[in-house]
């Protein structure tokens, strides 16, 4: 399950920074987005792996035990599977058209998750919760992109939307 403990690292990562700019104001960050989504406080983030290759590093192969069922976990003298996540960080922010900072409260969210993804502590080991897999985050923040669309008035227009989209490749290295 390496996909789920990369993104659970991510989004607790995130989850609860403080939106510079804005006191009290906390980024909440999401691997399942809650329903529904139409307003909020705080501006949110959805973690997630949109698509990612999977190969294997030239390394002795895991032999499973005679008689063992497939699959099997790897063992440790097993070569290594190279696994690279393209993680999409789609951020969004119901903002009050009153806020004295308008212009520049969404800009901050989008830096502070880039920021945070840029300075994080690289490599990191994790044990997937489900399989007791060990593995490795090797670069997350190296190579960062963003989108920003423009800011859209909601119905009552006393509300701005605001959306943008980070992504993030981080490769993951396996025992395997």
Known sequence: MPISSTLA????LLDGASIPGNAGVRLESFISAPDPETTQKNPHAYVW???????RNSGKRN???AGAPQPTPASTNSGFKILNHNLE??????????DPQINASFPLVVDLVMNILRCCK????????????NC???NLGEVLNY???PTRSTASQRMQRNDALITAPVEEWIQA
């Open 63 to 65: 032999t499973p035990p």
């Open 89 to 98: 960080i789609y951020l969004t922010w119901f903002n009050d058209n009153r």
């Open 9 to 12: 690292h991510v989004n607790s």
């Open 147 to 149: 989108e920003y669309v």
């Open 136 to 138: 490795q985050l090797i």
């Open 122 to 133: 690289m490599p990191m080991d994790l044990v997937d919760p489900a399989t007791g897999i």
């Open 49 to 55: 792996a949109s698509k990612g290759p999977e190969k």
